[in-house]
């Protein structure tokens, strides 16, 4: 079967770095997503790995490394914002979306 | 109308009765999603359309119908609402699939089927 695999809960610091991993077994890979998620509202996007390496963006960075079927999302000054769900999510060579239960972050000042 | 909007934000049902989830997006996306989260589980599919005019089943499409009549539109009918279906809907658009098919989210739908 399909399953993607990330770390229920993490704890951080304000001001911290912090890298959540997301492992994955899928039929196919078509592209890594990362979203964040506060507490009840919506997902937002955030990422997309579809090539080996290292993607920046601003304070966040996300890493893919196909052969290991891993990649991580990476949170650099963390912010007291930052206290959210991270939902990694991958598409499947069907192109359907397979979503992991998501990490809860917890910044602590 | 900016986005994504879900109707209704809460809801609370009897078993046994009808209930549609609205959803409609003004980006004029081709392909609409219907999912379903619950504690300790990733979002799961429920039904999906790649464009107006058709629909497509996901993973957990039983009890639950949608219809395409245009772009904007894509709601969600429960025939007959069972206690398991209590959970947070959420519609979702995307432009294409070959792209990054970045997935925009409405703010979703707390249904409690008691």
């Known amino acids: 079967g399909q399953n993607i695999d990330q770390p229920t809960e993490m704890t951080a610091t304000e001001g911290a770095i912090v890298q959540i991993n997301c492992t994955y077994q899928t039929s196919g890979f078509n592209g890594l997503f990362w979203y964040q998620q506060h507490a009840g509202e919506a997902p937002t996007f955030l990422s997309y790995?579809?090539l080996d390496g290292l993607e920046e963006k601003g304070r966040f960075s996300s890493f893919l490394s196909r052969s290991k079927g891993y990649s991580y999302l990476l949170l650099k000054e963390l912010q007291m914002k930052d206290s959210a769900s991270y939902l990694c999510a991958v598409r499947d060579g069907n192109y359907q979306l397979i979503w992991g239960a998501g990490t809860k972050l917890i910044i602590k000042p | 109308i900016a986005g994504i909007t879900q109707a209704p934000t809460s809801q609370i049902l009897a078993a046994g009765r009808r209930m549609t989830l609205r959803c409609t997006q003004d980006?004029?996306?081709?392909?609409m999603y219907w999912y379903r989260q619950d504690l300790g589980l990733g979002l799961r599919l429920i039904h999906y359309s790649n464009t107006a005019g058709t629909t497509g089943k996901g993973e957990v499409p039983d009890g639950y119908s949608v219809s395409r009549a245009n772009t904007d539109d894509f709601p969600l009918t429960l025939a007959s609402a069972v206690p398991s279906q209590t959970s947070v809907y959420f519609c979702a658009s995307s432009e294409e699939e070959g792209e990054s098919g970045e997935l925009f989210f409405g703010e979703g739908s707390r249904l409690t089927v008691l």
């Open positions: 790995n579809v």
């Open positions: 980006m004029r996306h081709n392909a």
